[in-house]
């Protein structure tokens, strides 16, 4: 993986909160993911391929998304699906930034979302996988980066 | 060499389908009633077979194979590129049906159209239950025109799973790339003698665990520019390591950490986003050691055949002198000529051995930094350009001696001296000054244990911090096993450090008979 493409990735999450929120997201600082799972409440995966190949997740906390989708839809109650779509929605977001930046070459799956804490999400073996923690609002997601 | 004979043998199957398919497409006619069995043979050479109408729609039902390979009960009537739709990127569709256009019209000649198919190799995905990508395949599809019973343009298609070859093929390029590799490493590494290959990893190896640490432990809206020193810290002796033991490659990447880390350093705003090259550079680390520790194994086999001599041994300290003083002096357009006659390794006693030689390196460092000056000024004090630097190691009855003596800045150590000594006469004569003046002795020790308050014209930069920080500690450890630093400055001569470390003697066991 090249080192603007982590920046990329990095940009089109912040966009995102920022698009929706109003709000921007800080950045921690990236590191490389152990054995240690990163998994939060809900995670919206991408499978990439193609050209180069990989996949990227992204977790975050019930108490965030929900946060999140408050202010989206404008209303103080949301459904547990309502949440879900969201992760997937940023999920596909991020996507979308991806096959516009990548073109045509690649193929990117529609996002799957996994709810509950699993006990890690498995990357593929053969690449570097980076973790960029993501605050927003005092609440932390993590974006997750594997890429040939 | 090996993936070139696997190339040959795909290059014979691709060659047979072919062949069988040009029998299927030139009798297709005549061979109507057993196309059937055609297909059944097809299958079982895991060929897949369909028809394509002249508006690329799936005729017919096509064979079990080419379900298979979709994964998919495919009935007829779907569209070819609607199947490839989500298996295959974007781009291949678009091409894929410029292709088929193309094949459609007879204006066009098939062979030369042959060679532009974009389904010649490509990898096909399917999904899984979850709706993730699971199994790809590598197919290669190849087209053949024929008229259908009403006369109009139609393709056959036959598509072969290639798989296992290409994945196999892949395989043996990526190991063919790995061993080129690991034999250009295994060279660098063959030099090293087998325990200091091991006290390298394992510097290496906590280093880049501490600044893992460092990193993941630095919460998002804290100062990151605080962790900075930190980082210095740990690339420094990450590349410190990787220079004495001369290993090149490693070096290379330290460097290149060691820069990025600079540059994040005169930043005035960090942010997450500056430490993308940094963790980039830890991953390649990261990899670099484990290939290292692979390597490693095969070299503790040749190690145990191959053992050294006591002689061999003893010149591993000073071929890392020699290699460390060659990297700074490069660095620094200074010019060394280290004498080492009278040292042996070997005489240390074995418990001091690495404290001995953390103490040469430190102090070698420490010396060629602040002590030497470039080849250019001492050329310029009538000096010879190539300063000395001499170890020696004695062993007496129960202390280990160890001379370490430089000639270097014997000029400006002089004035300092003569200086020093100057205003502690001067204040001799002045009673009221003489509590306020310190001892000609401690100020002539610290500069040369501690010169930040003389002659140094580096003393700002990091490197110059860290190699002080280094000495300071070396000489906590040596005061720890009962070590004593003396320094002899002799005029115009040179510049001695002697270490003394006491030993017990050892105790014979008596055996008393009452």
């Known amino acids: 993986m090249r080192e603007s493409d982590l920046h990329f990735f990095i940009d089109s999450t912040l966009n995102y909160f920022e698009e929706v929120t109003r709000e921007k997201a800080q950045t921690g600082i990236p590191y490389l993911k152990s054995v240690d799972p990163v998994v939060l409440d809900y995670t919206g995966i991408i499978g990439i391929s193609g050209k180069r190949k990989g996949s990227i997740y ?52 529609v996002p799957v979302v996994v709810e509950g804490h699993a006990k890690d999400i498995t990357m593929p073996d053969d690449f570097q996988a980076f973790v960029i923690p993501i605050t927003w609002k005092s609440y932390q997601s993590f974006l997750v980066v594997c890429l040939e | 060499m090996e993936s070139v004979k696997f190339k040959s043998r795909n290059i014979c199957m691709d060659r047979f389908a072919e062949k069988l398919a040009e029998y299927l497409f030139t009798n297709s006619d005549e061979m109507k009633p057993s196309t059937g069995n055609l297909i059944n043979m097809l299958d079982m050479l895991d060929i897949g077979l369909f ?35 989500g298996r295959v990127p974007e781009k291949t569709i678009h091409d894929t049906s410029e292709y088929l256009n193309l094949m459609f019209d007879d204006e066009h000649d098939e062979k030369t159209l042959n060679e532009l198919n974009p389904l010649k190799e490509v990898e096909v995905y399917s999904k899984n239950d979850h709706g993730l990508w699971s199994d790809p395949r590598h197919l290669s599809f190849t087209f053949k025109r024929f008229k259908n019973s009403h006369g109009e343009q139609s393709l056959i298609g036959l598509v072969r799973d290639g798989s296992s070859v290409v994945e196999l093929l892949k395989k043996l390029e990526d190991v063919e790339k790995k061993n080129h590799r690991q034999i250009q490493w295994l060279i660098s590494l063959l030099h090293i003698d087998l325990p200091l290959l091991n006290e390298f990893v394992s510097v290496i190896e906590y280093e880049l665990a501490r600044i893992d640490l460092i990193i993941k432990s630095t919460q998002t809206g804290t100062e990151f520019s605080t962790i900075i020193p930190k980082l210095v ?74 053992r ?41 006693p074995f418990k001091y051995r690495q404290i001995i030689k953390e103490f ?33 190691s004695e062993l007496n009855k129960n202390v280990f001696t160890l001379h370490f003596r430089h000639d270097g800045n014997l000029i400006q ?102």
């Open chain 2, 51 to 85: 028809f394509l109408n002249p508006n690329g729609i799936v005729l017919e039902e096509p064979s079990t194979c080419f379900q298979n390979f979709f994964k998919e009960n495919i009935i007829h009537d779907i569209s070819f590129l609607e199947l490839l739709n």
């Open chain 1, 58 to 109: 992204i977790t975050a906390s019930h108490k965030m998304l929900e946060y999140l989708a408050q202010i989206i839809l404008k209303q103080s109650y949301v459904s547990n699906t309502d949440i879900k779509d969201l992760i997937g929605e940023i999920a596909n977001t991020i996507s979308g930034n991806v096959r516009q930046a990548y073109g045509s070459d690649f193929m990117i799956s």
């Open chain 2, 413 to 514: 150590i002089e004035r300092i001296l003569q200086q020093s000594l100057d205003e502690h006469q001067k204040a001799l004569y002045d009673n009221n000054k003489i509590e306020n003046c310190m001892h000609p002795g401690s100020e002539v020790m610290r500069l040369f244990l501690n010169p930040d308050i003389s002659m140094l014209d580096n003393k700002g930069t990091s490197e110059g911090k860290q190699i002080m920080n280094d000495f300071e500690l070396v000489k906590k450890k040596l005061k720890m096993h009962g070590g004593r630093i003396k320094v002899v400055f002799t005029s115009e001569s040179f510049c001695e450090y002697t270490v003394t470390i006491p030993f017990p003697a050892k105790t014979k066991n008596t055996i008393s008979h009452s």
């Open chain 2, 233 to 306: 810290r740990s690339i420094y002796h990450i590349n410190s390591s990787a220079v004495i033991m001369n290993l090149d490659f490693f070096t290379k990447e330290s460097f290149r950490f060691k820069d990025e880390i600079e540059a994040i350093k005169n930043k005035p705003d960090v942010n997450g986003h500056d430490f993308v090259p940094i963790v980039m550079g830890l991953g390649n680390m990261h990899r670099m050691l484990s290939e290292i520790k692979e390597l490693m194994k095969h070299i503790k086999g040749l190690d145990n055949s191959l």
């Open chain 2, 360 to 392: 040469i390196i430190a102090l070698t460092r420490f010396v060629i930094e602040f002590g030497i000056e470039s080849a250019d000024k001492r050329k310029s004090l009538n000096v010879n350009p190539a300063a000395t630097i001499e170890i020696a």
């Open chain 2, 308 to 348: 050294t001599t006591r002689r061999f041994d003893g010149g591993l300290i000073i071929r890392l002198v020699e290699n460390l003083i060659n990297h700074l002096t490069e660095l620094s357009g200074k010019k060394i000529i280290l004498k080492y006659h009278n040292f042996d390794y070997m005489g240390i």
